[in-house]
């Protein structure tokens, strides 16, 4: 989600019960169809070619990212014909859907409360995952914490639905690798709800001896993207949910949680299978963006009972979600 609330379009006397005086904000800024729509392209292309990769590494029973994603092989393929590259539309299209699922869960929940949003807005990386996720930008005011908390929970709750079936598929359809030819350059983190699926597909195999099909590799990316998300510092999403269930307690929390980002990056250095020293570079990142989180204009609502249950189980979703190591080296 975007950062901070502008004060863009007009708050009628019908809309603020609490008697808000009418005020007239700026307009707008347009929607750009045309940026999002060449940024999802892109991003398409991007996925397209890691998922080209990691169906390669399927086939062959070799581990996923032994060699560089990048590799003269694969690029020598593609330029002989361009359109193998739809070979990784397994990955790409469970990806996008998952990332596209959580930026329009927040996008029609601002749309329910009249509040003005972006379209998504993709980014294509040629990192590991061929992105670096996506984001909406809100671009008017919050009326209240209800219908902030409503925002703000909509995007993980509803891509942690689709990536939940996506990841039982991917890892009922994985293969058990040999172990002369178990490693890999790098070595994906499993958080709890991997590992169960893992546990009651194939017991007893070491993790290190699976080889993910690319819808399950596609879903592990959403579960990540989705705790990152959840984390409740300044306006990510979990950002967000604690300002509306206590508003109070979110400036000290999201301080609190930072801090601990950064340390345990630094931590990662010095114990890289129990740390990540990536959490080191996020941290910084959020400290850049600011801790805090902008004010709804009636701060005085409350959540509801069932928006605190909710709020529970979008804890849970986080705990599923969230691993302290999700990338290491094995060396």
């Not at 700026?26 to 045309?34: I, K, M, N, T």
């Not at 350059?185 to 699976?210: I, M, S």
């Not at 409350?302 to 990338?327: Q, S």
Request: charged share 10%; hydrophobic share 55%.
């Amino acid at each position: 989600m975007g950062n901070g609330f502008p004060l863009h379009g007009r708050v009628p006397p019908a809309a603020a019960p609490w008697r808000l005086p009418e005020v007239a904000f700026a307009p707008p800024a347009p929607r750009r169809a045309g940026l999002a729509l060449a940024l999802f392209l892109l991003t398409v292309v991007s996925t397209l070619f890691v998922g080209l990769h990691l169906v390669r590494a399927y086939e062959q029973g070799q581990p996923a990212y032994a060699d560089s994603i990048y590799s003269f092989e694969l690029l020598r393929e593609l330029a002989a014909n361009p359109l193998v590259i739809f070979q990784g539309w397994a990955f790409a299209a469970t990806l996008l859907g998952i990332l596209l699922a959580h930026e329009l869960g927040h996008y029609f929940a601002c749309r329910r409360y009249g509040i003005v949003a972006s379209y998504p807005y993709f980014l294509p990386f040629p990192n590991l995952i061929g992105t670096m996720g996506a984001f909406i930008r809100i671009q008017s005011p919050i009326v209240n914490r209800r219908a902030l908390f409503d925002v703000g929970i909509a995007g993980p709750l509803v891509g942690f639905v689709l990536a939940v079936p996506a990841l039982a598929w991917g890892l009922a359809h994985s293969k058990a690798l040999p172990e002369a030819a178990a490693g890999s350059v790098v070595v994906f983190g499993n958080p709890l709800l991997v590992w169960f699926f893992e546990r009651l597909f194939w017991p007893g195999l070491p993790a290190d001896h699976l080889m993910l099909h690319p819808v399950a590799r596609a879903a592990w990316v959403g579960l990540f993207a989705t705790a990152l998300n959840l984390l409740p510092v300044g306006q990510l999403d979990g950002g967000h949910i604690v300002y509306a269930v206590a508003a109070e307690k979110h400036r000290r929390l999201s301080r609190v949680f930072l801090i601990a980002l950064l340390a345990a990056g630094a931590l990662g250095f010095r114990y890289p299978e129990m740390l990540w020293p990536g959490w080191l570079v996020f941290g910084a990142f959020l400290l850049l963006v600011g801790p805090r989180h902008p004010a709804v204009l009636d701060p005085g609502a409350g959540l509801d009972w069932r928006r605190l249950g909710v709020a529970a189980l979008g804890f849970l979703v986080f705990l599923l979600c969230f691993t302290p190591v999700p990338f290491r080296s094995p060396y």
